[in-house]
């Protein structure tokens, strides 16, 4: 076969390959899958094994008084799992802002064993999220009800950053802390958004098969 002829055929097979159905799954099937992802320990089981490789990679580091761990909160720190799923697994702007300012999001498991470690020594805990302004109150309310009570910082976004994406505003303010002293040893989040760009340190990543924030 000349040259022409097999570039003709991979043309035709890329466009053939193309034009086929995408393996589709049924709503409420996914939706049963999701459940039990959640609800059957596998999420708990995946955000142990990523904090356990995060845990001995910070051992390995030599800390400083400054050294700092940063947090995103939604789905990394708290979950809104049982909102979502009170929805059908869905996302109404309006009932989201009316839950987090409910402040009453459980924490997840994995990462308050992870914090009470950081806690225990002496590495500094801030939180960074995109949570607005306005929920500040309710969500420091709710950290501090879940047992996070020893942290540095709880960094919200301002009304004049709303429209700066996601990873660019995080890397923004994790240089900002950096001038300020700290020493981030460490990022977890569970959006590549919170690990992305300068000043992460060793990135932690829960998973989230929920939503995607880019
Ligand atoms: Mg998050």
Request: hydrophobic content about 40%.
């Amino acid at each position: 076969m000349s040259l022409r002829n097999s570039s003709f055929l991979l043309l035709v097979l890329f466009y053939a390959c193309g034009t086929q159905a995408p393996q589709m799954l049924n709503l409420d099937t996914a939706k049963k899958l999701i459940q039990n992802y959640y609800e059957g320990g596998l999420f708990d089981k995946e955000c142990a094994e990523a904090i356990n490789v995060g845990i001995a990679e910070i051992e390995k580091l030599k800390l400083s008084r400054n050294s700092a761990v940063v947090f995103d909160i939604d789905e990394t720190v708290l979950s809104n799992y049982e909102h979502t799923k009170e929805l059908g697994f869905g996302y109404v702007y309006d009932l989201y802002e009316k839950w987090l300012r409910q402040g009453e999001a459980k924490a997840i498991p994995e990462t308050k064993r992870f914090y009470n470690w950081l806690v225990q020594k002496n590495i500094k805990v801030i939180f960074l999220t995109g949570r607005q302004a306005g929920d500040f109150a309710s969500t420091k309310k709710n950290l501090l009800n879940e047992g996070f009570t020893n942290f540095d910082t709880l960094i919200v976004r301002s009304e004049q950053t709303r429209k700066i994406p996601a990873a660019e505003w995080k890397a923004i303010e994790r240089e900002r802390l950096t001038k300020n002293g700290y020493e981030i040893i460490a990022c977890i989040g569970d959006q590549w958004s919170d690990l992305v760009g300068g000043y992460t340190g060793i990135k932690i990543k829960l998973p989230n098969n929920l939503y995607i924030i880019e």
